[in-house]
């Protein structure tokens, strides 16, 4: 009873996605009738998600539960890699801004920025597609038809 309430209660927290995923299955034997069917599987598994992970899965429809499982970590490692290289940047332009590095680049002076996603630094940039992130105003207009389709077909 005690280890199905732990399953109940059980949330990725600051876990990643591999180490939830672990402890989600060893729980998860602790309440079958919870888990007993792979859309049930798949629904509790996300119940429990970081947000910032199931924000990235919002258009994903899975196909069984090693697909949700996949994608989890696939949108985990994005983010990750999109937030170290955020950090990159921000200390690069700190750094830079004491040295001079972005004085020009452009006639006023200061940093050029290009129309990719995220902030641009020496061409480093996330140019991962994030919910988290503001979307494009040129890109908005692609993705309403995908969101409005994925939502009325839920």
Not at 119 to 139: M, R, V
């Given at each position: 009873m ?19 995923e ?11 009738e ?28 899975e ?12 949108a ?62 040129h ?8 969101l409005?389709?994925?939502l009325?077909?839920?």
């Amino acid at each position: 009873m005690e280890q199905e309430a732990a399953f109940i209660r059980l949330e990725q927290g600051t876990m990643t996605v591999p180490e939830y995923e672990a402890k989600f299955a060893a729980l998860s034997r602790y309440a079958l009738e919870m888990v007993d069917t792979d859309a049930k599987r798949c629904r509790r598994f996300r119940l429990g998600l970081n947000p910032n992970v199931l924000k990235e899965l919002v258009i994903f429809r899975e196909r069984d539960y090693a697909d949700l499982v996949e994608m989890a970590r696939k949108a985990e490692k994005s983010l990750r890699d999109c937030r170290d290289k955020s950090e990159f940047n921000k200390r690069s332009k700190t750094e830079g801004a004491a040295f001079g590095r972005f004085g020009g680049g452009n006639s006023r002076g200061g940093q050029q920025r290009s129309q990719s996603f995220g902030n641009q630094s020496s061409g480093t940039a996330c140019t991962s597609l994030h919910l988290c992130q503001p979307i494009p105003e040129h890109t908005e207009t692609k993705l309403q038809p995908l969101l409005l389709l994925t939502l009325e077909s839920s």
